[in-house]
């Protein structure tokens, strides 16, 4: 685990409490989010720079699109997993500075438990740029996903990488690309590495 130093983020109480959204456009701010956040329907929503903490499922669906530059998503709780789904779009980048400079997803590592998972399975999920450590949970990229083409880079570290039912994953590595750092021991010379 390269990033196995890397400390969790601090932060307070709950701010925000279970947030559903089906419709129109919302713009979020960084902070604690308890009970879930849904993005539903036609809902187009834009994250603002900073941190976010998940406690509770992150869900997009539909045809719903999440946006954002310079985010980094903290997920904790033990429903606090990812779920991309359906036609959803999904164009984030990870951040830039701060704790989770060149963090995009940071699964909180005090979660365990083999059936712990972060399901991509959304049509449109072309922008992943930054790193993914979830290193206690799987990572399951499901059919007719297109995950993370048009990202400069994206860095997995996981449990497991699950890629089932034939979609598209991407793992790029155009790090120059972005002002997205990446984090010591992910760069290096050769353009992909799996490791058992």
Partial sequence: DPLASRPRPSYGACEFSKTDLKTGMTTLKPGVYCGG????????VDLEPGEYIFNGPLVVKD?????????????????GVIKFMNDATIDLNGRESGAMSGLLIFD?????????????SASNARNLT???????????????AL???????????AKRLIVQGGPTLVLNTNYSDTSVPVPDGIKSAAAIHLVD
């Fill in 63 to 79: 045809k719903a699109t999440l946006r954002g530059d310079d985010v980094g998503l903290f997920m904790t709780g033990a429903a």
């Fill in 108 to 120: 909180d590592p005090l979660q365990k438990g083999s059936m712990r998972a972060h399901i991509v």
């Fill in 147 to 157: 995950v993370a083409q048009d990202s400069a880079y994206t860095a997995i570290v």
């Fill in 37 to 44: 956040v849904f993005v539903s329907g036609d809902a187009v």
């Fill in 130 to 144: 930054g790193t993914i450590y979830i290193p206690n949970a799987n990572f399951v990229v499901e059919p007719s």
